[in-house]
């Protein structure tokens, strides 16, 4: 049986559409002068809201290629440490996947992901030649469906999809939810970079929200207050 605190799902409702989120127990916020925002949305001094997914078993699925060019696009670098630290101090139990396009004898972010706790599920660039050149193959999307299916089978822990991709993450959570209706889905996206679709609903499959937040980025540009 599905559950979920309506009063965070409504908090995380309104963030989502603000780009703003309350400060986490336990997470040290960035100082107060310190903001930013990208498309007209306002980046949160904290990921979350971190208590939707208080107390949990989750797995996370994180489209790295939507969240790491989303967060460069804004002018910043996420880190996946300090993601991954954030989600300790709030669940029961969490793992981390990371799903990206790699060239074929190129090995950093595995080597990146693997030194800070996550399993890494690279697919091979390809490229192929048509009427008009050479087309390169590097999108992850069906790795990302494949892997959030296979590990929502293999586990009994909740789902976090990062990424803002609204179509990927509703058919993915519409998939997930058909076939064990008591999981639960949530998702974890950049403001600014989040499709609508991703919003949640009573109608919904996905349960509830959460923005990329000032705690897990570090400015491209070094002087960056």
């Avoid at 790699?102 to 399993?119: A, I, K, L, P, S």
Wanted: with cysteine; charged share 20%; hydrophobic share 40%.
């Amino acid at each position: 049986m599905r559950t979920i605190n309506f009063t965070r799902l409504l908090q995380s409702i309104v963030a989502f559409g603000q780009g703003d989120s309350e400060s986490i127990p336990g997470i040290r916020p960035r100082p107060a002068c310190r903001s930013a925002h990208f498309r007209g949305h306002r980046i949160p001094s904290c990921t979350g809201p971190l208590d939707l997914l208080g107390s949990r078993k989750l797995t996370v699925v994180a489209d790295v290629e939507n969240l790491s060019y989303s967060a460069n696009n804004a002018g910043f670098r996420l880190s996946y440490s300090a993601l991954a630290s954030a989600l300790r101090q709030v669940t029961k139990a969490v793992n981390f996947h990371a799903c990206f396009s790699r060239q074929e004898h190129g090995n950093d972010w595995e080597r990146y992901f693997e030194q800070r706790g996550w399993v890494t599920h690279p697919r091979v660039i390809v490229y192929s030649r048509n009427p008009h050149g050479i087309r390169k193959h590097a999108n992850a999307d069906a790795l990302v469906a494949f892997q959030s299916g296979r590990l929502a089978a293999e586990s009994k822990g909740d789902i976090l999809l990062a990424t803002g991709d609204g179509a990927l993450a509703v058919d993915v959570a519409n998939s997930i939810a058909e076939q064990w209706p008591g999981r639960l889905i949530f998702t974890l996206a950049f403001p600014g970079a989040a499709s609508s679709m991703l919003r949640a609903s009573d109608r919904s499959a996905i349960a509830g929200n959460l923005l990329v937040g000032l705690d897990i980025l570090h400015p491209l540009n070094p002087a960056y207050p």
